[in-house]
């Protein structure tokens, strides 16, 4: 018998859902072919995109048209194949939930839009401080109760003691925000997510696709959520552990001192040099400056045989430190997100 297709296309849907064409096509197939063991599917299209060839593996690249690279993935579960091709990275059982939740996806003008008008106020000089404030934004989340995370609540903690100084990078961010709520209006989270993520790749990192949508927390976050300083090895990895981090992401992270003026290298060019100077342990020199390099934690996890082996390897390799970190800083502007809904 012939297999039956249904398509169900949502066209209509109005400009505040940012897609300007959204269709699903169910193919189910006939009761007598089920010895075959075909698999129905589901497709969700998002346009316009470009869709570059295709394998039959589980991931595949879609180009924006634009030089940046999307992701097209495709999961089974339960029978059941789905396909996505949104226009940014995000944990695909995230996106599911997510979307079964009618969560607002916001569309790709929307991405391109803040992505240059962020551009327009990120420089090298500046990058290191945008950086920063995406992990003390972030950084406040805890697994165990969902708490924290990524939600803007940064600007309501400003006066903390372990913020100092990122009054003038929520600045930094403001002017692009301002410009940005002028056309579309865009959550400080989504504003500082995409902010971390330019400013590493103004500084040579890898480009980091951040999914937008995120909404912003109306109050602060509770206090002495941000790991220490002051931890050792051992503290610091129950602390990201906490937040849902392995001990190889906790290291990838950390690769962030590089950028800025903890003393790793060029301090507006991002790469791998804050591994290869960990390994030297210039602190340990009675020599002027070096005892200034780096921070407490820095030191600490040098001495630890675990981290030791990831420092090891990302000092050997860039190209895997780059997407190391890649992956973990997606997952660090997911960690406690909360998200728009339709």
Same mark, same amino acid.
């Given at each position: 018998?012939?297999?039956?297709?249904?398509?169900?296309?949502?066209?209509?849907?109005?400009?505040?859902?940012?897609?300007?064409?959204?269709?699903?096509?169910?193919?189910?197939?006939?009761?007598?072919?089920?010895?075959?063991?075909?698999?129905?599917?589901?497709?969700?299209?998002?346009?316009?995109?470009?869709?570059?060839?295709?394998?039959?593996?589980?991931?595949?690249?879609?180009?924006?048209?634009?030089?940046?690279?999307?992701?097209?993935?495709?999961?089974?579960?339960?029978?059941?194949?789905?396909?996505?091709?949104?226009?940014?990275?995000?944990?695909?059982?995230?996106?599911?939930?997510?979307?079964?939740?009618?969560?607002?996806?916001?569309?790709?003008?929307?991405?391109?839009?803040?992505?240059?008008?962020?551009?327009?106020?990120?420089?090298?000089?500046?990058?290191?401080?945008?950086?920063?404030?995406?992990?003390?934004?972030?950084?406040?989340?805890?697994?165990?109760?969902?708490?924290?995370?990524?939600?803007?609540?940064?600007?309501?903690?400003?006066?903390?003691?372990?913020?100092?100084?990122?009054?003038?990078?929520?600045?930094?961010?403001?002017?692009?925000?301002?410009?940005?709520?002028?056309?579309?209006?865009? /959550?400080?989270?989504?504003?500082? &997510? =995409?902010? *971390? %993520?330019?400013?590493?790749?103004?500084? $040579?990192?890898?480009?980091?696709? #951040?999914?937008?949508?995120?909404?912003?927390?109306?109050?602060?976050?509770?206090?002495?959520?941000?790991?220490?300083?002051?931890?050792?090895?051992?503290?610091?990895?129950?602390?990201?552990?906490?937040?849902?981090? /392995?001990?190889?992401?906790?290291? &990838? =992270?950390? *690769? %962030?001192?590089?950028?800025?003026?903890? $003393?790793?290298?060029?301090?507006? #060019?991002?790469?791998?040099?804050?591994?290869?100077?960990?390994?030297?342990?210039?602190?340990?020199?009675?020599?002027?400056?070096?005892?200034?390099?780096?921070?407490?934690?820095?030191?600490?996890?040098?001495?630890?045989?675990?981290?030791?082996?990831?420092?090891?390897?990302? %000092?050997?390799?860039?190209?895997?430190?780059?997407?190391?970190?890649?992956?973990?800083?997606?997952?660090?502007?997911?960690?406690?997100?909360?998200?728009?809904?339709?």
């Amino acid at each position: 018998m012939m297999s039956s297709s249904t398509t169900l296309s949502f066209s209509h849907l109005t400009p505040s859902t940012s897609i300007s064409s959204l269709e699903f096509k169910l193919n189910f197939t006939s009761v007598s072919q089920r010895s075959s063991r075909p698999t129905p599917t589901v497709e969700s299209r998002a346009k316009p995109l470009a869709a570059s060839s295709s394998s039959s593996s589980s991931s595949s690249c879609i180009n924006d048209g634009s030089g940046q690279n999307l992701f097209y993935a495709t999961t089974r579960r339960k029978g059941l194949t789905f396909i996505a091709s949104v226009p940014f990275v995000l944990p695909l059982h995230e996106f599911v939930d997510n979307f079964g939740a009618k969560a607002a996806v916001p569309g790709l003008s929307d991405y391109v839009a803040v992505k240059e008008e962020i551009r327009k106020v990120v420089s090298k000089g500046k990058a290191a401080g945008v950086l920063r404030l995406v992990f003390h934004d972030a950084g406040t989340f805890e697994k165990g109760d969902n708490s924290g995370g990524m939600n803007g609540s940064i600007r309501y903690e400003l006066e903390r003691p372990e913020n100092a100084g990122l009054k003038k990078s929520l600045k930094i961010l403001e002017k692009a925000k301002k410009e940005m709520d002028a056309i579309q209006p865009v /959550s400080w989270a989504d504003m500082i &997510a =995409l902010g *971390g %993520a330019e400013a590493v790749s103004v500084c $040579g990192g890898p480009a980091i696709p #951040v999914p937008l949508g995120r909404l912003d927390s109306l109050e602060p976050d509770p206090e002495g959520k941000l790991p220490e300083e002051s931890l050792d090895a051992s503290g610091l990895k129950q602390c990201f552990q906490r937040k849902g981090f /392995s001990t190889q992401e906790l290291v &990838a =992270l950390s *690769g %962030a001192h590089t950028l800025g003026s903890k $003393g790793f290298g060029n301090p507006t #060019v991002f790469d791998n040099s804050y591994f290869k100077i960990l390994l030297e342990k210039p602190w340990k020199s009675s020599t002027g400056m070096a005892s200034m390099i780096g921070l407490p934690s820095d030191h600490a996890i040098v001495e630890d045989d675990e981290c030791l082996r990831w420092i090891t390897k990302y %000092a050997d390799d860039q190209s895997t430190f780059f997407q190391d970190f890649k992956n973990a800083y997606i997952k660090l502007v997911n960690s406690g997100a909360r998200w728009k809904q339709l």
